[in-house]
């Protein structure tokens, strides 16, 4: 098959494959397996969202809960089983030599049964940034509480003077002499 026409074949067959997926789920499977085929023998590489979403040995469409399954697991390296043992605590370890939890997707096909593998990158670690050295000292917490604690009855004093302020128009308004009927829908249901 010619390089130009590659790319629309593979988007065809990926196409009537989802199309085709419900009502003719083995049609399906073999437009994938072809599509595969395809893949493999150009020398293309299947990026792990491809692998994830397609089986590789019958090219059912895999989702999960839908006949196909996905299960997250995570293997611990034996080193970091030895020293959780030892120390009966979750501290973190620092250094380079820090063993990592391995973790991964496994992906189980409905049709046919077998799974596929999808090892996810480590975590990055967390970066905090430390304050300057030329930084002036942190300032006791006690003063922080009491500034917190003024803000917090300054908020209470102004929410107060706003409450008084709209009394006193609903006030000045009640004593103003009323323009119209002076009725309402309360004097109408009074019936």
């Known amino acids: 098959m010619a390089s130009e026409t590659l790319p629309q074949s593979l988007v065809f067959l990926t196409d009537a494959a ?5 009502t003719a789920p ?3 499977a073999y437009l994938m397996t072809r599509r595969n085929s395809l893949i493999l023998h150009n020398d293309l590489e299947q990026s792990d969202s491809q692998r994830q979403h397609v089986c590789g040995a019958c090219g059912h469409i895999m989702i999960p809960g839908q006949g196909s399954e996905l299960k997250m697991e995570t293997k611990m ?3 970091r089983k030895k020293l959780k043992r030892k120390n009966n605590s979750s501290k973190v370890i620092t250094g380079k030599s820090a063993p990592t939890a391995e973790r991964r997707k496994k992906f189980t096909c409905g049709m046919c049964g077998r799974y596929t593998d999808i090892v996810l990158p480590p975590v990055a670690p967390i970066s905090r940034r430390r304050p300057l050295k030329s930084a002036p000292a942190l300032i006791p917490s006690e003063p922080s509480k009491v500034s917190a604690s003024a803000s917090s009855k300054k908020r209470a004093k102004s929410r107060k003077q706003g409450l008084q302020a709209l009394l006193q128009q609903a006030q000045s308004s009640a004593s103003k002499p009323q323009t119209g009927l002076g009725l309402s829908l309360s004097d109408f249901m009074s019936k």
């Open 26 to 28: 083995e049609t399906s």
């Open 77 to 79: 390296n034996p080193q």
């Open 18 to 22: 989802h199309l085709l997926m419900k």
